[in-house]
């Protein structure tokens, strides 16, 4: 069975911190989603990514293979940065499934 | 860009009562997808849906539930008669190939059931 660990559940930063987010996954997950959820409920896809290191604006995700771990950074956060972060795993033995993670809820003060 | 379309936003229903929700998928996508999120829970595949056919499910998704693509531009879940645990966040996702890539998710369906 699949699954998927990310740490921590909540996470309080100030403006203009450097914020990590990680990610652990089973023997079976190929490859990670990053998705964004706001208070309305609505999901947004950051990053796929099964290998290295992706970078969009502030944001980059890294995955290691070996040690089944991804994170999410987000560099000079931002209060608008606020929202929930979900890694996603999926891969060939669970077909073409999403397994979610818990969600790391990110506030960010001014 | 591209977007995935849910309708409605928000259902409210009653007990036993059918509910269909409906999804507009990207255009050239090829796979479809049903997700729910009971509230403050993770969340849950429940069915993909390729080729006309369901491909893969969930032990969530029995005999009260069924999708279909009746006219090749909606997907559609159909929860026959529904129950206070199904009160929920339904999202549809679309993507190009088999797996994650292209990936996209709807805004979702909050249903509620009273």
């Known amino acids: 069975k699949n699954e998927v660990e990310q740490s921590p559940q909540n996470l309080t930063a100030q403006e203009g911190e450097f914020i990590t987010i990680n990610c652990s996954y089973s023997?079976?997950?190929?490859?990670l989603h990053w998705l964004q959820q706001h208070p309305g409920g609505g999901i947004v896809s950051l990053f796929m990514?099964?290998?290295g290191k992706k970078k969009h604006g502030r944001l980059i995700a890294t995955i290691n293979i070996q040690e089944k771990h991804s994170s999410l950074h987000i560099t000079a956060s931002h209060p608008r940065d606020s929202a929930v972060y979900i890694c996603?795993?999926?891969?060939?033995?669970?077909?073409?499934?999403?397994?979610f993670g818990e969600g790391t809820q990110l506030t960010v003060n001014p | 860009e591209p977007e995935v379309t849910q309708t409605p936003s928000h259902q409210v229903t009653q007990m036993g009562q059918e509910v269909i929700l409906r999804c507009v998928p990207i255009?050239?996508?090829?796979?479809f997808y049903w997700y729910r999120q009971i509230l403050g829970q993770k969340v849950e595949f429940l069915v993909s849906?390729?080729?006309?056919?369901?491909?893969?499910k969930s032990e969530i998704f029995d005999d009260q539930f069924s999708v279909e693509r009746p006219d090749g531009s909606n997907f559609t879940l159909k929860i026959r008669s529904t129950k206070l645990e199904d009160s929920a966040m339904y999202f549809c996702?679309?993507?190009?190939?088999?797996?994650?890539?292209?990936?996209?998710f709807g805004s979702g369906t909050r249903l509620t059931v009273v």
């Open positions: 996702a679309s993507s190009k190939e088999r797996g994650f890539y292209g990936y996209t």
């Open positions: 023997v079976g997950i190929s490859a």
């Open positions: 990514l099964s290998s």
């Open positions: 996603a795993g999926g891969g060939e033995t669970s077909g073409s499934r999403l397994t």
């Open positions: 255009s050239n996508h090829l796979y």
């Open positions: 849906f390729y080729n006309n056919e369901i491909s893969e």
